[in-house]
């Protein structure tokens, strides 16, 4: 026969809590603006491009590629600009009329 005791013991502790930082969430995804691609913006990004590239065709076919790429989304970065990314917690609100707004609204109060 087994017997089993349980003994409960009470804890009592003193917590003191100080301040903690909150991690904020990471907004997204930065994207270049590519739709800020102006005709002064395209003028800008090819000059930008031409004096920045090196185009001679040495190496392999991956590295070149890889070298244009990254020249190509630098110069697109510093001349359109890139967004902070996030947003698209109400990614399809464009096309809502003054009454989806509303209800949509009366629906987040309540």
Do not use: P
Request: net charge positive; hydrophobic share 40%.
């Amino acid at each position: 026969m087994y017997m089993y005791v349980c003994i409960h013991r009470l804890l009592v502790t003193d917590v003191m809590i100080q301040g903690f930082n909150v991690k904020k969430r990471n907004g997204g995804v930065v994207r270049v603006k590519w739709w800020n691609l102006t005709k002064e913006n395209v003028v800008k990004l090819v000059g930008k491009i031409k004096s920045e590239a090196s185009w001679k065709l040495t190496g392999d076919a991956d590295e070149i590629w890889d070298g244009k790429a990254q020249c190509i989304r630098r110069s697109a970065r510093e001349v359109v600009g890139v967004s902070k990314g996030g947003g698209g917690r109400r990614r399809e609100a464009w096309w809502w009329n003054e009454g989806v707004r509303e209800k949509v609204r009366d629906k987040h109060k309540a």
